[in-house]
C-alpha cells in the first residue's frame, strides 16, 4: 500500500514539475516584459507603475546629476523614473547650473544634453595694434571679422580677421587686405566674409572687387563699372561669387569671376517682385501670377540660376486672402501647428507677401506677409503658420530643424522637423526671451543654443530660453563671436589704453 502511495506522489511530481517549471518560465517572462516596457512593483504601497527612463548626457562629462533636488550621481547617467514632471538640475565646478524641467514618459527614453559654460572665461590675448579702430564688419555666417584702423592722417589699413581656422591654415591672422589714403568709402562684405565690395567717394563710377584674406592694391584688384548703373541697388548673392542688381526696370546679375553681366529678369508696370538667393547659386523670385481673384491675392515662386537661365516654378499658385479678420481670428483664438495645403478658400493665408527665404538643405521655405509668417515644405507641398503676426527671418539652425526670429519685443523659436522618438520637442513656436536691447542674435554650432547681447554684456542661452548665462562685459568690445568648435568666444575691442586687441574667451 505504501508502495502504491509513494509511486502516486512520484507520478504527481513527474506531471506537477513541468506544469509548474513552465509557470514559472512564463511568470519570469511576463515580468520581464512588463519591465522592459516601464511596469515596476512598488511592494510599499501595493501598486504597479509605469516608468520610463531618463538619460543626462553633459559636455563636459562627469557632472553631478540632481532630481528633485536629490543627488542621481554623476554623468553621463541613466535613471528609472516613474512617468511625470521632474526638476533635473547639473552643476559642475566652476560652470553655470543648468536646469530644466523633463517630462518623463512611459516607455521612452527622455534624452537630455546639457552644455555647460564656464562662470569666468580664460582671457587670451591673440593680437594687438596701436593704431586706432575706426569700422569694424561682421560676415553673415560669421566666421570674418574685417575692420579699418587708422595708422596715420594719410593712411587707414583694413584688415581681415579669421574665427575658424583648419589645422593646417598657418597664414597671418589677421591679415592686411589694402591701404587707403583716408576713410571715405563705402564697404559690402560677402556672405562668408571672402570678398568685398570697395566703392570710393573720389571714383563712385567703379566698385573694387576685394579678395579679403590677401593683400590687394587699388591696381590690381578686379573692378566693376558701374557708371551706367547709377539707379541700380547693389548687394551680394548668398553664392559669394555673383552681385544683384536691381533697378525699377530690371534685375541684373553680375558674375564676380568670369566678369559677365546677365539679366535674370525684366521688370513689368504692375507686378511686385520680391527675391533671394541662395549659396548654392540659386535666385529667388515671388511675383504677382496671372490668376486674379477678387478676394485673394495670387502668387507664383520661380527659381533661376544665377545667370537667368534654367526657370524652374517652385510653387505655381501662393494663394493669401486679402481681409485682415481672417487672420485676427487666429490672433484671437490661437492656432495649431497642424501642416495644411494652400486653396484659393483657405483662410490660414492671409496678407501680401513682403519677404521670401527658401532653404535648399531643409528643403523650404520661411514667407513673411503684411500680417502673418509662414513655412511652406517643398517636400510636401504644404504649409506651417509660424506665426498670426509678422515676424523678421533671422536664421536657419546648423542642423536645419529650426529658425530664429524676431518681433517687435520677442525672440522666437520656429521647430519645423524633430525626430519621431523625440517627445521634447514640438513641432510649432515658442517665444524665448524678451528682445528689448538685444542685438546679435546667433545660433551657436550645436544648434541647441544661442547667443546675444544686451545691455553691454554677452549672454549664452538655450535654445528653450530656461537657462541664460551673462558671460562677459561688452563695454569696450565692437564685435563678439561664438567659434564653431563651441570652446571660446572670439572678441575685437578697444582697450583701456586705446589700443586694438583681439582676444579670445574660453568659455567651455
Do not use: C
Not at 3 to 27: A, C
Not at 240 to 256: A, P, Q, R, V, W
Not at 317 to 324: A, P, R, S, W
Not at 364 to 385: H, P, R
Amino acid at each position: 500500500m505504501k508502495d502504491f502511495s509513494q509511486k502516486s506522489k512520484e507520478k504527481i511530481i513527474t506531471i506537477l514539475l513541468p506544469i509548474l517549471s513552465t509557470i514559472f518560465i512564463l511568470g519570469i517572462s511576463l515580468l520581464i516584459y512588463f519591465f522592459s516596457k516601464g511596469y515596476r512593483i512598488n511592494i510599499p504601497e501595493g501598486q504597479i507603475t509605469k516608468t520610463g527612463v531618463l538619460t543626462v548626457k553633459t559636455d563636459p562629462l562627469t557632472a553631478s546629476l540632481f532630481i528633485n533636488n536629490e543627488s542621481s550621481g554623476r554623468t553621463p547617467n541613466s535613471k528609472s523614473l516613474d512617468i511625470g514632471d521632474y526638476d533635473v538640475s547639473v552643476r559642475k565646478d566652476k560652470y553655470f547650473d543648468w536646469n530644466q524641467k523633463v517630462s518623463v514618459q512611459e516607455e521612452i527614453s527622455t534624452l537630455v544634453f546639457p552644455w555647460l559654460v564656464l562662470k569666468d572665461p580664460e582671457k587670451t590675448e591673440k593680437w594687438n595694434s596701436s593704431s586706432t579702430l575706426i569700422s569694424s564688419w561682421i560676415s553673415k555666417d560669421y566666421n570674418t571679422i574685417v575692420f579699418l584702423l587708422k595708422d596715420t592722417e594719410e593712411k587707414f589699413t583694413l584688415w581681415n580677421y579669421k574665427v575658424n581656422t583648419s589645422l593646417w591654415d598657418f597664414s597671418s591672422n589677421p591679415s592686411e587686405i589694402i591701404s587707403l589714403e583716408n576713410n571715405k568709402f563705402e564697404l559690402t562684405i560677402s556672405p562668408n566674409g571672402q570678398y568685398a565690395i570697395l566703392k570710393l567717394t573720389s571714383t563712385p563710377e567703379k566698385i573694387y572687387i576685394l579678395e579679403t584674406q590677401k593683400s590687394n592694391t587699388l591696381e590690381n584688384a578686379k573692378t566693376f563699372d558701374i557708371s551706367n548703373y547709377k539707379k541700380y541697388s547693389i548687394k551680394w548673392a548668398e553664392d559669394n561669387n555673383h552681385i544683384i542688381l536691381e533697378s525699377s526696370k530690371e534685375i541684373l546679375s553680375y558674375d564676380t569671376i568670369r566678369q559677365n553681366i546677365y539679366k535674370i529678369v525684366e521688370k513689368g508696370t504692375d507686378k511686385k517682385y520680391i527675391w533671394s538667393t541662395d549659396k548654392e547659386g540659386f535666385f529667388y523670385l515671388i511675383t504677382n501670377s496671372t490668376q486674379e481673384f477678387e478676394n485673394s491675392y495670387v502668387y507664383t515662386l520661380n527659381q533661376y540660376k544665377l545667370d537667368g537661365t534654367q526657370q524652374k516654378t517652385i510653387i505655381e499658385n501662393i494663394y493669401l486672402q486679402k481681409d485682415k479678420q481672417y487672420i485676427d481670428y487666429y490672433r484671437t483664438n490661437g492656432y495649431t501647428s497642424t501642416p495644411f495645403t494652400n486653396s484659393v478658400e483657405n483662410t490660414q493665408t492671409v496678407g501680401q507677401v513682403s519677404e521670401i527665404k527658401v532653404f535648399q538643405d531643409a528643403k523650404g521655405a520661411a514667407i513673411k506677409t503684411e500680417y502673418a509668417t509662414y513655412w511652406y515644405d517643398i517636400n510636401t507641398s504644404k504649409y506651417l503658420m509660424i506665426s498670426p503676426y509678422s515676424l523678421n527671418i533671422l536664421d536657419i539652425a546648423p542642423d536645419q530643424k529650426r529658425i530664429l526670429l524676431t518681433s517687435d519685443k520677442d525672440l522666437l523659436v520656429f521647430t519645423f522637423d524633430k525626430d519621431e522618438a523625440d517627445h521634447t520637442e514640438e513641432i510649432g513656436t515658442k517665444v524665448i526671451l524678451q528682445i528689448e536691447n538685444t542685438k546679435d542674435i546667433r545660433w551657436i554650432s550645436n544648434s541647441t543654443n544661442i547667443y546675444f547681447q544686451k545691455d553691454n554684456h554677452f549672454y549664452i542661452a538655450d535654445k528653450a530660453g530656461t537657462n541664460q548665462y551673462q558671460i562677459i562685459d561688452t563695454t569696450n568690445i565692437k564685435n563678439a563671436i561664438v567659434k564653431n568648435s563651441r570652446e571660446s568666444i572670439v572678441t575685437l575691442e578697444v582697450g583701456t589704453d586705446n589700443k586694438v586687441y583681439i582676444n579670445e574667451y574660453k568659455i567651455h
